[in-house]
């Protein structure tokens, strides 16, 4: 993986470019160095604790995909998938059945995407410095989250207090903004020293915020923001026994049982999602389970149902999202076409 050092990004009408040329790069280097790898409130309502934890859980979430996946298909007005298309600057709306419903258009760099329990949708504005928050019917701008200086990509809100973590970058470094529910300015502002890049974000039930990326050295990164994001003081790298095939961390989600989703966008021999169990003394240890995504070949962002029983997967190269029961892999759906898809969240989120 090649990334683009934050620090050479100069003028405002370059830093889209240069940006976007990152984000390329990551997936043209992942396949050429893969033969070559070793493989509003003033604070947060009090977080639910996961029912239970580790491999144990693993058995539940795997017992949840069976029913999902037969109905997968099936229309649901209370399920909605959104895609940011790159190439058309939009939000593409989908139901389940992989209808489409909708748009909402006028962005003019779109990358990650989130959503809270109310069906709000999060779209970090790239270009615009923020994050734009609209009503679950996808037509009002409710909230305006303000982040001067830092161009926002990636967002994750926790389920239960509404807690906003939004990862953006300047031209020194990536960072994590934390905004409080209802807020448009943010709480806590984290750098990211050694990250070169923050690829995805995802909350666990205690507001514990994970992270996968990479070092500009081109190392694989596990890390977690110990919750609540307020009053974080940083970020800390955990230890993960991988595969040799791990190699490209994009996205990272936490089941609804607590256990710990990290897509491998483009290892070897094919994208996975590598399943752990809460780290326990700052380690990940080894894989509890391996999601082999066998429809794709280069993935970018995914989704996890709210019953943690689908995983929504990004295809950039195939333009569209593929849809897999989880944690076995199979395949289950196909949504979109000609898309040039980069993020992916599906209401209603997990709780």
């Avoid at 690829?199 to 205690?206: Q, S, V």
Wanted: hydrophobic share 40%; proline share 8%.
């Amino acid at each position: 993986m090649l990334w683009a050092n934050p620090s050479q990004l100069n003028a405002e009408g370059d830093d889209k470019v240069k940006l976007t040329t990152r984000f390329a790069l990551f997936a043209l280097a992942s396949t050429l160095f893969a033969g070559c790898s070793a493989a509003t409130s003033s604070s947060p309502q009090p977080p639910l604790a996961p029912a239970s934890t580790g491999a144990g859980a693993q058995a539940a979430d795997a017992a949840r995909a069976a029913p999902a996946a037969l109905s997968a298909a099936q229309p649901s007005n209370a399920d909605e998938v959104f895609v940011s298309d790159q190439n058309a600057n939009e939000v593409k709306i989908f139901g389940r059945d992989g209808k489409l419903l909708g748009a909402i258009p006028g962005f003019t760099t779109l990358f990650g995407l989130g959503a809270d329990a109310s069906g709000n949708l999060y779209v970090p504005n790239w270009s615009g410095l923020n994050t734009l928050v609209f009503a679950s019917d996808h037509k009002t701008l409710i909230a305006t989250l303000l982040d001067p200086g830092h161009h926002p990509y990636a967002v994750a809100v926790h389920s239960v207090s509404g807690l906003v973590a939004v990862a953006s970058q300047t031209q020194e470094q990536d960072s994590i903004e934390f905004y409080l529910k209802g807020k448009t300015t943010p709480c806590r502002h984290l750098p990211a020293p050694g990250w070169g890049f923050i690829a995805g974000l995802g909350f666990d039930a205690l507001g514990n915020l994970y992270l996968a990326g990479n070092d500009n050295n081109i190392k694989a990164l596990i890390g977690a923001v110990p919750g609540p994001g307020c009053a974080a003081t940083g970020i800390t790298n955990i230890a993960f026994t991988n595969p040799d095939s791990f190699f490209s961390p994009t996205d990272v989600k936490v089941t609804p049982s607590g256990n710990i989703a990290v897509l491998d966008g483009r290892g070897v021999p094919g994208p996975s999602i590598y399943t752990y169990a809460p780290p326990v003394n700052g380690s990940l240890g080894a894989p509890i389970a391996t999601t082999a995504l066998n429809t794709i070949t280069g993935a970018q962002n995914f989704a996890l149902s709210h019953d943690g029983a689908l995983a929504y997967v990004t295809d950039p190269d195939a333009h569209d999202v593929k849809v897999f029961s989880y944690p076995s892999g199979a395949a289950a759906q196909t949504i979109g076409f000609d898309l040039s898809t980069w993020g992916v969240v599906v209401t209603p989120i997990w709780r």
